[in-house]
């Protein structure tokens, strides 16, 4: 345990912002980095409880081990710190920055309210490390002579393809995209992850020997059988990208788009990538001088915010059908489960004007160009309430309200009839494998993350990458040494 009273004597700190009237000037990164003398301190309000529930079920979903590394960190053991975070998490510089930290929600310190800054020292960890150079590749140094191909390069398909390549097999990526990282890279905006991130791993892992094939969709350009055929074991980790149909009227106007395009076409120019690349609308999408209005309460529709004030946007508002919730969970109540509370995010935070239990009725317009959005509240059983209809002005609207499973196109369309799917409560729809074997219904295809268990987190997709990584190795080998 690091300092054994530090939890008494050491106020919680996280890094602080730019003001918002700056970093929304640009998009790159925007938290002020700690001192490692602060991240030090803030690691000795650790209490290295005897039940550390920051890593149990309820907690980090790959079981970081938390109480350790922050002894580590206390003690200015970086490197050691590193190989202790590694050996659980592939990308804590990842998860460091974008997870929204169920860990913290669960440490025994939140009860009090002001739980370990344990993101912070993940993040601070991993920085330090390449700063120190301790991250270098890692080849294997027995091959196996078994091939395996992945299917995606999002964060499962990279943390399966680091974890397969370490064991000594051959490991292809295929990807559909330019560029390697999924929604990491596409989805989620640079101003929450710069992608030179992305990119480091990515030179790691090859000289690890993984192989990176880009713009391959499979089942399209390449047939999933003919991918099976070349290799031992195929791992399809292709995300849950298709947007819920929102059933609005008035979605044809134009306007009114889903978030995705938004979102990929701006991190498409940030990238310095053509924006017109596979499958999305190629006319720019731009927010300036524009009011706004976000349809949906999630972080897609958080970064649709974020990104149209860099945008230049005049106004933005966001729709949410659920209750303004309360400003402070009852601790006692829910810990160590993720509390419904207020939260806001650093997008919202930028001046966004919140509009809670507000159904969106209708998208109006002149001459098939959007004007508004007409909307109404609703009870508490999401029931318009008659009288409260009222109209929003807005020239661009943007749909954020989840996903409805795997674009559909490619492997799904392909294998149609022989992949077994289900629907889940949330309605999308999944391709089935269990968490043990990540096994599908076809002989030598695995599947694992948003793929398998809904559009979900960078951290369940780094899990689920692990442990299916794990399953194929004992498939192929018999027994496996990676952790689960
Ligand atoms: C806008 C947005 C913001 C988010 N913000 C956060 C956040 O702040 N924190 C967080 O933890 N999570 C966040 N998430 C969720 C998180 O990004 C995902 O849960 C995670 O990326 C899933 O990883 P994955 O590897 O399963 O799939 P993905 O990241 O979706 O990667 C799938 C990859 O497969 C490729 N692919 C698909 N089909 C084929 C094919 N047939 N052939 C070749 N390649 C194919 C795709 O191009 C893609 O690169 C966000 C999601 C979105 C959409
Ligand atoms: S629950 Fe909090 S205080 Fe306890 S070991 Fe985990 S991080 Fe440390």
């Known amino acids: 345990m690091g300092k054994v009273t530090g939890f008494m004597e050491i106020d919680r700190q996280v890094g602080k912002y730019q003001p918002a009237s700056d970093r929304i000037r640009h998009f790159r990164e925007f938290t002020i980095p700690m001192s490692d003398a602060e991240v030090t301190k803030q ?17 980090c979903p790959v079981h970081n081990q938390i109480p350790d590394w922050n ?22 510089e990842f998860t460091g920055r974008v997870c929204p930290a169920p860990c913290e929600e669960a440490c025994t310190l939140n009860l009090e309210d002001a739980p370990v800054a344990i993101k912070t020292v993940e993040q601070a960890i991993a920085d330090k490390a390449y700063e120190l150079g301790y ?31 370490r064991a000594g097999h051959e490991v292809h ?25 992305i990119d480091r791993r990515v030179e790691q892992m090859t000289g690890e020997g993984v192989t990176f094939h880009y713009g391959v969709n499979v089942g399209v350009d390449k047939p999933t059988e003919e991918l099976m055929a070349e290799h031992d074991a195929v791992i399809y980790c292709g995300g849950s990208e298709t947007p819920r149909p929102a059933g609005i009227p008035g979605v044809e106007l134009h306007g009114v788009y889903d978030a995705m395009p938004y979102l990929v076409q701006q991190n498409r120019r940030v990238g310095r990538e053509n924006i017109d690349s596979t ?52 601790k006692l109540a829910v810990w160590p489960f993720w509390a419904t509370k207020m939260r806001t995010s650093s997008s919202q935070a930028e001046g966004a004007n919140r509009e809670f239990q507000v159904a969106t009725l209708e998208f109006v317009g002149e001459d098939g160009v959007l004007t ?18 009222f109209i929003i002005k807005a020239d661009l609207a943007f749909i954020a309200i989840g996903f409805s499973g795997p674009m559909t196109t490619g492997v799904l369309s392909e ?10 409560r949330r309605g999308s729809t999944n391709v089935v494998a269990n ?14 993350g948003d793929v398998r268990r809904g559009q979900s987190l960078v951290v369940w997709a780094i899990r689920e990458g692990r442990q299916v990584a794990r399953a194929v190795d004992e498939a192929l080998m018999g027994a496996s040494v990676l952790p689960r």
């Not at 690691?43 to 409880?49: E, F, K, N, Q, V």
């Not at 295929?174 to 991130?197: H, S, V």
């Not at 294998?415 to 889940?424: A, I, Y």
Request: net charge neutral; glycine share 10%; proline share 7%.
């Open 173 to 197: 990526v295929y990807e559909r995209e330019t560029k390697a990282g999924g929604l990491l890279r596409y989805g989620i905006p640079d101003f929450k992850m710069e992608k030179n991130f």
């Open 435 to 448: 968490e043990q074997d990540y096994k599908t219904s076809i002989d030598k295809l695995y599947v694992a």
């Open 372 to 389: 508004g959005v007409r909307c109404c509240q609703v009870d508490e059983r999401r029931k318009p309430i008659a009288g409260t209809d």
């Open 43 to 59: 690691a000795a309000r650790c209490m290295d409880c005897g039940i550390p529930f920051c890593h149990g079920p309820t907690g």
């Open 71 to 92: 002894d580590l960190v206390y003690n200015n053991k970086w490197e050691e710190a590193i190989r202790n975070l590694h050996s659980t998490n592939n990308f804590p």
């Open 135 to 165: 991250i270098v590749p890692q080849p294997a140094t027995v091959k196996t002579g078994k091939k395996v191909a992945i299917i995606g390069s999002g964060p499962a398909g990279m943390a399966a393809a680091q974890q397969l390549a």
């Open 415 to 424: 294998l149609e009839g022989k992949l077994e799917l289900n629907t889940d």
């Open 279 to 330: 499958g999305w609308p190629a006319e720019p999408i731009l927010a300036g001088a524009k009011h706004v209005v976000v349809v949906g309460g999630g972080d897609t529709a958080s970064d649709c915010v974020g990104t149209a004030f860099r945008q230049g946007a005049v106004k933005v508002t966001q729709l949410d059908i659920r209750p303004m919730p309360p400003e402070k969970e009852d």
